[in-house]
């Protein structure tokens, strides 16, 4: 009797794993998880994406609150505070500044033809997009932009360049860099075509 029942015993066990056991359909059908794997895994020689490390007001649409093609009005209200500056006789382009800043060199808002059309940074308290800061070297800023700024020779400065950025896609603003003859960067700006170009500022 012991051992028919180990015989029943066994061919019921094999009977269930063969059960438990896939088809070859149930088989494709599953999804892969190396292959899963395989796919999200990005190669150690791709590109680096530009970091998202710019101070919060600093965007490629205004600044803060204030956003370009506003009239001043609007600008004021959208800043909150008080700017320091006016029009200027004899020219429709001029500057505002905050309070706290020292002058519009250290941070500026254009406005040209009563509109906010540009601000520039000439300090190292504020990241541009991506991440560049003044004083920083060439190779400090390619290895942020993964080499894709744009670059010509400036038009006062000796060995000086003007490196560009453009904002992307849908966005007529872009960011411009200055740097000295060194290669260090001296200021940056953001803003609309063309003014975002005047090498001078509003002179």
């Not at 794997?37 to 649409?61: K, L, N």
Request: aromatic share 6%; hydrophobic share 40%; net charge negative.
């Amino acid at each position: 009797m012991r051992p028919a029942s180990g015989l029943i015993l066994l061919s019921l066990t094999t009977m269930a794993l063969v059960a438990c056991k896939p088809t070859p359909a149930e088989v494709d059908a599953a999804p892969s998880v190396s292959g899963s794997t395989e796919a999200s895994q990005v190669p150690s020689d791709a590109p680096a994406a530009v970091p998202d490390v710019a101070t919060p007001d600093v965007r490629f649409i205004g600044y803060g609150n204030m956003l370009f093609g506003s009239t001043v009005e609007e600008a004021r209200v959208a800043w909150g505070g008080e700017l320091v500056g006016g029009p200027v006789e004899g020219s429709d382009c001029y500057y505002l500044h905050p309070k706290s800043a020292a002058n519009s060199r250290e941070l500026g808002f254009m406005i040209e033809d009563g509109r906010f059309v540009r601000y520039d940074v000439g300090t190292d308290a504020q990241a541009a997009p991506g991440g560049a800061l003044v004083g920083m070297d060439g190779p400090a800023l390619n290895a942020l932009y993964s080499n894709t700024l744009q670059a010509a020779p400036h038009k006062y400065v000796p060995s000086g360049q003007t490196l560009t950025f453009d904002g992307g896609a849908g966005v007529d603003s872009k960011l411009v860099l200055e740097t000295d003859a060194a290669g260090k960067v001296t200021s940056w700006r953001i803003g609309l075509p063309p003014q975002v170009d005047y090498v001078e500022g509003c002179s």
